[in-house]
């Protein structure tokens, strides 16, 4: 949700903020702007993308080796020119970009107002740095001070770099809420939402936390404190990302590429987990907390959006082989309900970019309640990944395109391996069914492969239904959540209204929705209740809605009630969401391409929701 970047070094800064901005262009995408440094604060911003902002700056003065940029997902104001970041303080000597909301923006912004203070955008933004420079002026402090007094007022999230005038040889970052990281590079300091931009200069960073700030000089100090000016000493990571993971690699799309990429990253995710020959499952990260989860009364999922999905998934995967009943709970919900919580209760929290900020607020309410929080996070060193107790790393690699595709397979492959790791120390899974399905999950790389490989008939599909207006997603058990994310899949790439529901609840509503203009795509590989799902499709038949069916391979019933079909490889049923998964995101990105939509960049969405 919005991206930042910063640049103090010797070398040229526009081209470094530039490519740092493509970098990050997915946390949000509708206008962006640069402040360069060279005498003179010049400041240029544009609606639109990187490349809008690009255009403009084409004919402009854009030397400086300090600067700082950023590209907006829109908050407060609309996306245009004006509410673009950077902001300029009243003196144009100052000038911010900022991530996150200033939830009292509009008392600040009053009082200000009072003391003669003229506004140019409707942003939070421009508030706060003409905050500080008013603590600068009427209390005569340096800027750091300013900084500081200014952020002990707000109320809210955020996570900013500040640029002066009078000041060329320093930048300042600070964050709260919203994250902040810091390169270390040779002679250089880069500053970024996320560690995208940096990767090309150094590996060599420190993650800010809330409420310090970093003060980036250009003789290569990096000084942090507080904001109650307590000093902190920068404690040094080494990023592990790969720079060639963050290119598209001959593919036409990002989620396209993440999509082919799952039989890696779902091996990836098992790594050093599975051994089948052995018999072993282990999870590294949450080995000192297993007691917790073998003991625990209650296993409470939170998450939001696709993580919520493979949450669900969870659910199914706990309670069938752990016997330990489990909520699901939207982390947006959670947080405002006051919700019981005992201390004996594990937290599982599950995020693909670990930065989502209804789930790292929920998780803080279940630990100040005791609970102990596991997290199942795809981004290394995030702050969901440092808020939580233990957990295990999804290892999917960067997730570029807005759209969750390999995330979700790979948080399902750590969820089952977590509850087949506590079930079987648990003793609730018979050594005959623990041995079929490691063994099993050893294949489903495997069978993911061979799933990609009905690619072209799935386009075939998605051309018959690129003008639907609306969709059904149906399944039951393991396949309710694959129908939810199916739906939600379609939904956001390709703005078809499309619903997903247990198959057996139809009857209570939606199928008032369906006619012959009704696609319907029902996941009914279920070995359980397959004469069940069998019905269901009788229903919408009967309707005269257009079956999209998933089946098992060599399925006979299916196939003779339904439109379109699509075998998928045979499995165990706990693991069939991976595979059904596979077809539904397919289904998803092509039909969004044939209407001629951003796939990767969808309206309105952000990769990394940093906000409430
Ligand atoms: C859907 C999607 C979102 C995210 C949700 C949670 O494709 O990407 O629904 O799943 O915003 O994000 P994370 O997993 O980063 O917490």
Sequence with gaps: MCGIVAYIGPKEAYPILIKGLHRLEYRGYDSAGVALLNGNLRLYKAQGKVSELENLVSDKDISGNIGIAHTRWATHGEPNDINAHPHFSPSKKLAIIHNGIIENYSTLKSELINRGY??????D?????????????????????????????????????VISQDYPDMLIAAKKGSPLVIGIGEGEFLVASDATPIIDYTKNVVYLDDEEIAILNRNCELKIKTIKNKDKTPYVHKLEMQLNTLEKGGFEHFMLKEIYEQPRSIKDSMRGRLNAQKGIVS?????DYEMKLINAKRIIIIACGTSWHAGLVGEYLFEDLTRIPVEVEYASEFRYRNPVIYEDDVVIAISQSGETADTLAAIELAKSKGATIIGICNVVGSSIARATHAGSYTHAGPEIGVASTKAFTAQVTILTLMALSIGSKKGTISTSKFYQLINEIE????????TLKLSEKIKAIAYEFKDARNFLYLGRGYNFPVA?????????????HAEGYPAAEMKHGPIALIDNEMPVVVVATNKGTYEKVLSNIEEVRARKGKIIAIVTEGDVEVKKLADYVIEIPETQEMLVPILATIPLQLLSYYIAVMRGCNVDMPRNLAKSVTVE
């Design 443 to 450: 294949n489903i790389p495997e069978k993911v492969e061979k």
């Design 484 to 496: 939810l994310e199916g739906a939600l899949k379609l939904k956001e790439i390709s703005y078809i």
């Design 125 to 161: 933004t421009e508030v706060l740095i003409h905050l500080i420079e008013d603590i600068q002026i009427n209390e005569n402090v340096n800027l750091v001070e300013a900084v500081q007094i200014a952020l002990n007022q707000v109320i809210g999230a955020y996570a900013i770099v």
């Design 283 to 287: 999870l590294g990260g949450i080995i």
């Design 118 to 123: 003229v506004f140019d955008s409707n942003t």
